[in-house]
């Protein structure tokens, strides 16, 4: 039973969200109205963010001298992504971790030094982008000002310290609190000695987090919602920001609130949010699960071939 809630509460959320929209006569009009070709660009954008977040991950994996095809890369976070649908708390996390030791020999201390600085990387951005455009739409009277700030620095601290807690016990040391000491200075080493690979990784975090953007703000448009593209990025931001947390099944139910509240800020009504975010949820999952049902074959052989190859010698 264990194994299979996240997938029943996966269920449970896409029903009581759809049923939700099903009883709102005119956001069902407005999802009749989505046309064909802005479908076709909401696919497109999900398998550009795909890619981007799969180049963001390659980056990353230069700071332990790891080398990935970028095929390999894409289908490895497909696949990883999938398995935050299936498994608890970024179970596909895990899952990724897993096949980096199996098949290219990474130590799982330096996989949560990866995470730490990928994690890291994407929330100082998400929060600089999201109070850029608070500044440029002027909303500081509501609070934003000192909003998206606050849970930015929020989230950074919560994770560091969930991520090194975690993943303290891959490192030695003498007591636990070393140890999420270690973890925490190989995670700062990785900038002071690999400054290029860090810009790098900083710029495809731009990327990723501008293609999500985009993706949102087709989405939003399709369904009838007035979005500048600077309210698209505070929203964008905001919505990046949450994947933090992430304690449901990929993040299901804490986006779509996270969007309605962040719509209702810029003066989009909660309904239409909603329905723009499952929309833009949409597109991601069918790209997604494309990709990774034809990359998780090749992804299980080549781990498989790795482990026979240990075992032999």
């Known amino acids: 039973m264990k194994r299979l809630w996240p997938t029943l509460l996966t269920l449970v959320l896409l029903l009581g969200m759809g049923a939700y929209v099903a009883t709102q006569g005119d956001l069902i ?7 064909p070709a ?7 954008l999900a398998f550009g963010a795909l890619v981007a977040q799969a180049k963001q991950f390659q980056t990353a994996l230069t700071v332990s001298n790891i080398e990935i095809g970028t095929v390999e890369a894409t289908g490895l976070t497909a696949v990883n992504t999938m398995a935050n649908y299936y498994l608890p708390v970024r179970g596909g996390t895990v899952v990724r971790a897993g096949y980096m030791v ?20 994407g929330l100082v951005v998400a929060t600089t ?11 500081d009277d509501s609070g934003l000002g000192v909003l998206v700030p606050f849970l930015g620095a929020l989230l950074l601290v919560g994770a560091v310290v969930g991520v090194s807690f975690v993943g303290s016990r891959s490192i030695t040391g003498s007591s636990r609190l070393s140890r999420i000491v270690a973890s925490l200075t190989s995670a700062a080493a990785v900038w002071r000695t690999n400054p290029v690979a ?12 501008m293609v999500q953007v985009a993706r949102l703000f087709v989405a939003f448009s399709s369904v009838g919602a007035d979005v500048g593209v600077i309210e698209m990025v505070l929203i964008g931001s905001l919505v990046s920001m949450s ?9 299901l139910g804490i986006k779509e609130g996270v969007t309605a509240l962040a719509g209702a ?7 239409v949010a909603l329905l723009g ?13 494309a990709v990774g049902a034809v990359s998780i074959g090749p992804l299980i052989r080549r781990a498989s071939a790795e482990g026979h190859k240990a075992d032999e010698s």
Request: no cysteine; glycine share 10%.
């Open 102 to 121: 199996s098949v290219h020999g990474m130590s799982v201390s330096s996989y949560v030094v990866l995470t730490m600085v990928t994690v890291v990387t």
């Open 243 to 251: 994947f933090v947390v992430s304690i449901t099944p990929g993040n």
């Open 29 to 35: 009009s407005a999802l009749a109205g989505v046309s």
């Open 129 to 139: 982008a999201g109070l850029a455009a608070t500044v440029l739409l002027n909303v």
């Open 265 to 271: 800020l810029v003066g989009v009504t909660s309904g």
């Open 38 to 44: 802005q479908i076709g660009l909401l696919l497109v």
């Open 277 to 289: 975010s499952l929309v833009d949820r949409g597109a991601a999952l069918v790209v997604t699960f």
């Open 198 to 209: 860090g810009l790098r990784l900083v710029m495809w975090t731009v990327v990723v987090l």
